[in-house]
């Protein structure tokens, strides 16, 4: 049995259909999508991908799918998220259908599948207690220890941050998929988890940058250009998105 776990699309499209042509030769059993799915530049576009696949697919809901949910709702308002944010969330709630809004709200927080010698896997979008915890392999490790604590599979796979990465925490074996559509790396591309019954292995898509920038730059997107030229056709390090994270976690 085969998983792909991918994490964080943040409506790239262009990211997501170079991982899902790429999957046509590994044939995974179950695709698991981890959360985030559409905010970002084609939420619309993104999302009907998503629901037009054949096959097993599980979708989880991140923090931002579920702030998308409640302003498409109208029950958060401006003064609820920060300025950027909110800008992004209500463009991204006003470019969706009623159907694909009632999609989202209908997601799970978190899915456990069995995948042979790995044995139980928890997927869940930030940590199995919270879709928006941060934390890194920077984080120290009695923090570790408490967002993990109690857990009782002896793997877990989850994104929010965009890095990847894997760590030990007690028992518990912790694994980063990072994003197919916003990721925190050395190179561009899209990136994501490949789990089988005898490991994981951290994968690495290319796509067709240039293309994929001037579809964002023309999408309407709030954010579009400094997506296009800083998500897309560059990206942060993984240190450097770290080390912001970091102080924020710190700043609580």
């Known amino acids: 049995m085969k998983i792909a776990a991918l994490y964080d699309i943040h409506g790239n499209l262009p990211a997501l259909k170079a991982v899902l042509k790429e999957l046509e030769s590994i044939q995974p059993d179950v695709i698991v999508v981890g959360g985030d799915i559409v905010s970002g530049p084609m939420p619309g576009q993104t999302l009907e991908c998503l629901r037009q696949l054949a096959g097993n697919v599980v979708a989880l809901c991140g923090n931002a799918d579920r702030e998308v949910v409640t302003v498409f709702n109208g029950q958060c308002t401006a003064g609820d998220l920060p300025e950027d944010v909110y800008e992004i969330t209500q463009w991204v709630a006003q470019h969706i259908e009623t159907d694909q809004r009632d999609f989202l709200a209908r997601l799970p927080e978190q ?142």
């Open 111 to 252: 899915v456990t599948l069995s995948l042979g010698e790995l044995g139980e896997v928890l997927f869940c979008h930030a940590t199995p207690y919270s879709d928006e915890e941060l934390f890194t392999p920077l984080t120290p490790p009695d923090r570790l220890r408490l967002l993990f604590q109690d857990v009782k599979q002896p793997v877990v796979v989850c994104g929010h941050t965009h890095i990847q990465f894997e760590l030990h925490i007690g028992g518990v074996r912790v694994l980063n998929a990072g994003s197919v559509g916003m990721p925190y790396a050395d190179h561009p591309g899209a990136y994501w988890l490949l789990l089988g019954p005898e490991g994981s292995e951290f994968r690495r898509t290319p796509y067709d940058l240039e293309a994929a920038a001037q579809a964002v730059r023309t999408s309407g997107y709030p954010q579009a250009r400094e997506f296009a030229e800083e998500n897309v056709l560059k990206i942060p390090t993984a240190e450097e998105a770290m080390e912001i994270f970091e102080r924020r976690a710190a700043a609580g």
